[in-house]
């Protein structure tokens, strides 16, 4: 079994890294913006009180550009063009990481308040586009809200946190409880339970099980204005 320590340390597994985000890794590093804007247009600015408020609120706050440009790279062709072309996706930012739900809703609080965009991110295995933060503003990594938080025999209802992997969801039911969501997307290993949901995932045996909404019994959300 894969001990929760390992699982928030993240260990390797062949050639990714079991329990943490691993998009494409390119060998220049990026150490100040471009003046080519990549993907972004208009991004928003994050102003330095409140990245200070962020930081009381939230596990960690990460600014520089190298800082956004890795968290923030995806599996989408489109945006490994534009930064092996010399102009990162999605250069400008604020990555903020949190690991309860407290502290999500504290983030979104703080954005509402003050009208900034936020992108939720995660494994960010999507090959779209479509979790980059094109408009700038924060990204809210929930990678390290990854709690198995209960399992119920009777009706077979699994209780799991979003930022869970799906490799460690899929063993902890199969080892602990002898059980299969029998969900199986092509990017399994490096995707989170919250994105097959928030994506609406189809796996490989989709025409067995369903897809991901056909699997989902109900959800807690925070809203926009942290609620």
Same mark, same amino acid.
């Given at each position: 079994?894969?001990?929760?320590?390992?699982?928030?340390?993240?260990?390797?597994?062949?050639?990714?890294?079991?329990?943490?985000?691993?998009?494409?890794?390119?060998?220049?590093?990026?150490?100040?913006?471009?003046?080519?804007?990549?993907?972004?247009?208009?991004?928003?600015?994050?102003?330095?009180?409140?990245?200070?408020?962020?930081?009381?609120?939230?596990?960690?706050?990460?600014?520089?550009?190298?800082?956004?440009?890795?968290?923030?790279?995806?599996?989408?062709?489109?945006?490994?063009?534009?930064?092996?072309?010399? %102009?990162? +996706?999605? !250069?400008?930012? *604020?990555?903020?990481?949190? $690991?309860? &739900?407290?502290?999500?809703?504290?983030?979104? =609080?703080?954005?509402? %308040?003050? +009208?900034? !965009?936020?992108? *939720?991110?995660?494994?960010? $295995?999507? &090959?779209?586009?479509?979790?980059?933060?094109? =408009?700038?503003?924060?990204?809210?990594?929930?990678?390290?809200?990854?709690?198995?938080?209960?399992?119920?025999?009777?009706?077979?209802?699994?209780?799991?946190?979003?930022?869970?992997?799906?490799?460690?969801?899929?063993?902890?039911?199969?080892?602990?409880?002898?059980?299969?969501?029998?969900?199986?997307?092509?990017?399994?290993?490096?995707?989170?339970?919250?994105?097959?949901?928030?994506?609406?995932?189809?796996?490989?045996?989709?025409?067995?099980?369903?897809?991901?909404?056909?699997?989902?019994?109900?959800?807690?959300?925070?809203?926009?204005?942290?609620?």
């Amino acid at each position: 079994m894969i001990s929760k320590e390992a699982i928030k340390r993240g260990y390797n597994r062949g050639n990714y890294v079991v329990g943490k985000h691993t998009p494409p890794h390119f060998a220049a590093s990026i150490t100040e913006t471009p003046d080519r804007p990549g993907l972004q247009r208009d991004a928003v600015p994050v102003d330095a009180a409140t990245i200070d408020a962020l930081r009381r609120v939230a596990d960690e706050v990460l600014t520089a550009t190298g800082d956004v440009v890795n968290w923030t790279r995806d599996w989408w062709a489109g945006s490994m063009m534009t930064e092996t072309g010399g %102009a990162p +996706a999605t !250069p400008r930012g *604020v990555i903020v990481r949190a $690991s309860t &739900v407290e502290q999500i809703q504290a983030v979104m =609080r703080i954005a509402h %308040a003050k +009208a900034i !965009p936020v992108t *939720v991110s995660a494994g960010r $295995s999507n &090959v779209t586009g479509a979790a980059l933060p094109v =408009r700038g503003g924060i990204v809210l990594d929930v990678c390290d809200l990854n709690a198995f938080l209960g399992f119920d025999r009777d009706s077979q209802i699994v209780e799991v946190e979003a930022g869970m992997f799906g490799d460690i969801f899929e063993q902890t039911i199969q080892q602990e409880h002898g059980m299969t969501m029998g969900h199986w997307p092509s990017s399994f290993a490096i995707s989170t339970v919250g994105g097959w949901v928030a994506c609406r995932g189809a796996g490989q045996l989709s025409t067995r099980y369903g897809k991901i909404e056909d699997m989902v019994v109900g959800m807690d959300v925070v809203l926009a204005d942290g609620r």
